[in-house]
């Protein structure tokens, strides 16, 4: 019989849904343009997310497992007059799959696993912040830190090669995540949020939501110090990570910010000058992180962050024009401005390739 103790385990299955299908499509796009090896084999075969259709419903069928146990769990729990709060059980099911995939070499259990445990720490961090009316910012911080925690183990993953699919899933959750979060602020309306987003009690007066951040941070400096130490990470790609961690985790310790002005509506919000300057940060910052992910794909050879870097700067570039920059701007010198950007960027890009080429003849064993 349905309860009310099943409605929080409910819309957490409603929200992870749409993030995993979302993490599959972005698999399913980005391995699209794999290459073929003289053997017939994929060049990128770390980019397909089962290596054959049984696979595929094999991994199914142990994600669908692990989200009956959490079921299941909720109704023993419910029997035993509720021993433990649902937000446990949401943790024992989300390190259960984790376990799972890497005991069974599962990418389905794997996303899943990551997914339900980041949605753990956000219900559990706003439970803890209720108390003190915390401003909600610490808690777009915290996911903010886990997600760049995800692309340092990504990094690390890479060590072994039986990994790789591992990694992969660790680096798309983590550049994802992080660009979603710098675009919102980079548009009127996420300043519009992030000027909500900083009213409520300082964080300070949430300790346990302190020292979760905390962990996350040292966890993020030890994973990229093991990466650095393995040559696993390039100098200009730790410096990003790190200037990206340290732009969304200082969010959580903004005092209350006026960034627009009130009697702005619609697209034409108009900004304060503190609203400006955080535009402009996280507008330099998105875009200094799209083209370094297109730049690091010619160095890595990777095709799917070639493409993920492209595809993110042409979202950029149109949402532009339609966001609060173009209002302040003339038409002609938004335009002259895109222009000068994409020609930059294809010139580099061309760079790019013909360095990658000319690495590809010089590692190709001589007849």
């Known amino acids: 019989m349905f309860t009310l103790g099943y409605i929080p ?39 397909m997310v089962a ?7 094999s991994q199914a069928l142990f994600l669908l497992s692990f989200l009956f146990l959490g079921i299941t769990l909720l109704r023993l729990n419910q029997e035993m007059n509720y021993l433990l709060q649902w937000q446990t059980i949401l943790l024992i099911s989300s390190l259960a799959a984790l376990a799972g995939a890497y005991t069974l070499k599962n990418v389905y259990l794997l996303a899943g696993g990551l997914v ?28 903010g830190l886990i997600v760049t925690l995800l692309y340092a183990l990504g990094r690390l993953h890479e060590w072994s090669p039986y990994a790789k699919r591992f990694a992969l899933t660790y680096l798309v959750f983590g550049l994802v ?13 996420g300043l519009e949020g992030l ?35 393995k040559k696993l990470i390039f100098p200009g790609e730790l410096a990003g990570v790190l200037i990206v961690a340290a732009l ?26 503190a609203g400006i300057i955080w535009a402009s940060i996280f507008n330099i910052a998105l875009l200094a992180e799209l083209v370094g992910i297109v730049f690091m794909g010619y160095a890595r050879r990777a ?25 302040f701007l003339n038409k002609s010198v938004f335009f002259i401005g895109a222009g000068l950007l994409l020609f930059l960027l294809g010139w580099g890009m061309e760079r790019g390739r013909r360095r990658m080429l000319a690495r590809m003849r010089a590692q190709a064993p001589q007849p």
């Open 9 to 47: 385990f409910l819309i957490i299955i409603a929200v992870a849904i749409p993030l995993l299908l979302l993490f599959f499509l972005l698999r399913l796009v980005l391995g699209f343009f794999k290459g073929k090896s003289a053997a017939g084999v994929p060049s990128e075969w770390h980019l």
């Open 51 to 57: 290596n054959s259709r049984e696979d595929a419903v």
């Open 116 to 143: 339900s445990i980041s949605m753990w720490w956000a219900t559990q961090a706003t439970l803890w912040g209720d108390k003190v009316n915390l401003l909600p910012a610490s808690f777009v911080a915290g996911i």
């Open 177 to 189: 995540s992080a660009t979603i979060i710098l675009f919102i602020f980079s548009t009127g309306l």
């Open 195 to 229: 000027e909500e987003l900083t009213d409520g009690a300082p964080i300070t007066q949430a300790p346990q939501v302190l020292l979760s951040l905390l962990v996350f941070v040292i966890a993020i400096v030890a994973a990229l110090a093991m990466a650095v130490m």
């Open 248 to 273: 969304i985790g200082s969010i959580a310790f903004l005092p209350a910010q006026t960034l627009v002005k009130g009697d702005s509506y619609g697209f034409s919000r108009e900004l304060t000058s």
């Open 303 to 327: 095709t799917w962050l070639i493409n993920l870097g492209a595809l993110g700067l042409f979202i950029f570039i149109f949402t532009k024009y339609f966001d609060w920059f173009f209002s």
